[in-house]
Every structure is written in structure tokens, then in C-alpha cells.
């Protein structure tokens, strides 16, 4: 049982790039979520999932996409990488609002 | 901009002693609070959820909710070394049940 899994676990990107953060659950959870932390912060929360085809903005949506065409994916896609976006990223999902992680995604932007 | 407040800490606390850990949060129509534990370098765990006013045990583990007050606590009794991590309050929106806040952590510490 994989649970919730992250790819990849790092990432360098240089400004101006695009890249795609997967995440994917076999737990048939309805919810899934983005968040992103930064250094000795809390979690703030990008987008999130309550069912495939439905997707809601979180605390801070700006320079990031989402897709939930499935139930077991919730990509989250940075279209212009800057470097207020290097972050580690989680992914988490649940059966309602109780959430479980995934390991992470460290990115940093050069 | 709705908040979820807790003390940065850190927290220092004896082994064996009761570590006791707040939360405030400012969304009066909040109804989901959860705890989680992120050691360093590591994804958060949950620990606890509650969703009535009153005390909630389990194992080592208490989460106290007063919603007329708007604060969650967690307490954490006989406290082992292992107990040292992050803890992390999460709270919903009144808006949406579905939409999770965190706030900051609090850092605590067990001293052998």
C-alpha cells in the first residue's frame, strides 16, 4: 500500500521554467491537497480537491495550476518558476477532511 | 484572512512531565481541528482530530476544544523524548469544510 506518493523528491529549476509536481494516492480518497512550507513555517495551502473534475483555490493560488481528472491524481503545475516559489511541497489526501501526507517535493529555484 | 495562531515555542518540557500545547483561531463558524506532529526534515502525521466542544483522549494524547473561547489545545502526558517535533494546529474554514488551514507550529522540546 503506497499511500500517497510524491515525484520527484527534488527538483532545481531555473527562473522562467515550467514544471509539473505529480502526486498520487491509491486510497480512493476523494480529498487531495497542495501545500507548500517554507523554512521554519507552516503549512500554506495552494489548492486542494474535493473529487475528480472539482478544484478550489487555497491560501496562495497565484503562479500555480491544478488538474483532477482522476481520483488518484492531483498534479500541480508551475508555469514560470520564480524564486519565491522554492518551497518543499506536500501533497496529502483523505477520505474527508483528515488529511495524509506524502513525503515531499524540495524545490528550489535559481 | 482567517488564522490559525500558535506560540513558536520552543517548548521545553521534562521527560515524564505534561507538555501542553494552544491554538487560537479567528473563523467563529470553524467546526474540523486537527494535530498534527512533523519532525524535522519529514512530512506532518496526524495525531488527533475533534470536532465537539470538551476533551478528546487518546492514548498519551488529549485535545481539548473550546469554540466559545476559539482554542484547540493539545496535551501530551508522560512525555518522551520522542515527543520532540513540530506540532501543527489545522483548522477549517467556515466557508468550506473541506479547506484546511495550518498555522505556524509550535516547537517542543523533551529534555531527558
Known amino acids: 500500500n503506497a499511500g500517497v506518493t510524491q515525484t520527484p523528491k527534488f527538483r532545481i529549476l531555473k527562473i522562467g521554467q515550467s514544471m509539473t509536481l505529480q502526486c498520487a494516492q491509491d486510497?480512493?480518497?476523494?480529498?487531495m491537497y497542495w501545500y507548500r512550507q517554507d523554512p521554519g513555517m507552516g503549512l500554506k495551502l495552494i489548492y486542494y480537491s474535493v473529487g475528480a473534475g472539482i478544484t478550489d483555490k487555497g491560501e496562495v493560488p497565484n503562479g500555480y495550476n491544478v488538474s483532477r481528472s482522476t481520483t488518484e491524481d492531483f498534479p500541480l503545475r508551475l508555469e514560470l518558476a520564480a524564486p519565491s516559489q522554492t518551497s518543499v511541497y506536500f501533497c496529502?489526501?483523505?477520505?474527508?477532511?483528515?488529511?495524509?501526507f506524502g513525503a515531499g517535493t524540495r524545490l528550489s529555484v535559481l | 484572512q482567517k488564522e490559525v495562531e500558535q506560540n513558536s515555542g520552543p517548548l521545553s518540557v521534562p521527560e515524564g512531565a505534561i507538555a501542553s500545547l494552544n491554538c487560537t483561531y479567528s473563523d467563529r463558524g470553524s467546526q474540523s481541528f486537527f494535530w498534527y506532529r512533523q519532525y524535522s526534515g519529514k512530512s506532518p502525521e496526524l495525531i488527533m482530530f475533534i470536532y465537539s466542544n470538551g476533551d478528546k483522549e487518546d492514548g498519551r494524547f488529549t485535545a481539548q476544544l473550546n469554540k466559545a473561547s476559539q482554542y484547540v489545545s493539545l496535551l501530551i502526558r508522560d512525555s518522551q523524548p520522542s515527543d520532540s517535533a513540530t506540532y501543527l494546529c489545522a483548522v477549517n474554514e467556515d466557508s468550506s469544510a473541506s479547506k484546511i488551514i495550518f498555522g505556524s507550529g509550535t516547537r517542543l522540546s523533551i529534555r531527558p
Open positions: 486510497m480512493n480518497h476523494n480529498y
Open positions: 496529502a489526501s483523505g477520505p474527508s477532511n483528515i488529511q495524509y
